[in-house]
């Protein structure tokens, strides 16, 4: 039996390996954050059905220039969003109180979707056609797509680091957002 140890250093490695081409075709694993346990088996099995979640967004009719298709992000996709989202939360810091507008900006979970994660939630913008989107201003209506993402704060010496995991992947509907369930 391989331990969780030696299986998330088998994913790091790999991830390094292939990270000069970080969106290929391949789905290929992503380093998801492992829950601490006293079960070897249970550790494995989340970090094995993590690395291989896919998020189904359903078509989305805005109106007039704005249908988006169904699209499937990969979750080597969801990960390179949400590693680009905690470069830029752990540029500002702490303190940062972002606008509505900014991106990373706080999840406010209007619509209650049931994201196992804990009350600290952002979110960041996901793109279809696998760029990873700058933080700014998208138009919504141009990327309709959002990573949702935990995140603590740690403090290790006299700096203070992120940890982040993902929660999901929504998607703007007409109205209200729209979950794109792992699957």
């Known amino acids: 039996m391989i331990s969780p140890r030696t299986l998330i250093t088998t994913v790091l490695a790999l ?3 292939v990270s000069a081409n970080p969106l290929s075709d391949v789905d290929d694993l992503a380093i998801p954050e492992v829950s ?12 094995l059905s993590r690395a291989a979640s896919k998020y189904a967004c359903p078509a989305a009719m805005n109106g007039p220039g704005y249908n988006w ?16 989202a905690e470069r830029y939360q ?11 507008v900014d991106y990373p900006h706080f999840y406010k979970d209007f619509e209650k979707f049931d994201f196992q994660c804990g009350k600290n939630k952002a979110e960041f913008p ?5 760029k990873v989107a700058v933080a700014g201003t998208p138009d919504v ?4 797509d959002r990573i ?9 010496g006299r700096n203070k680091s992120l940890k982040t995991r993902i929660c999901g992947v929504i998607r703007h509907g007409p109205g209200n957002f729209v979950n794109c369930p792992a699957k």
Do not use: C
């Open 148 to 156: 949702i993402y935990e995140y603590t704060w740690l403090k290790v």
């Open 126 to 130: 996901i793109q279809m056609d696998g």
């Open 90 to 100: 752990q540029r500002k810091g702490m303190s940062w109180k972002p606008k509505s």
């Open 141 to 144: 209506r141009q990327v309709p």
């Open 15 to 17: 991830a390094s390996m």
């Open 69 to 84: 298709p169904a699209h499937t992000f990969s979750s080597r996709q969801a990960e390179a969003a949400l590693k680009t």
């Open 36 to 47: 601490s346990s006293n079960n070897a088996d249970a550790g494995a099995s989340e970090l």
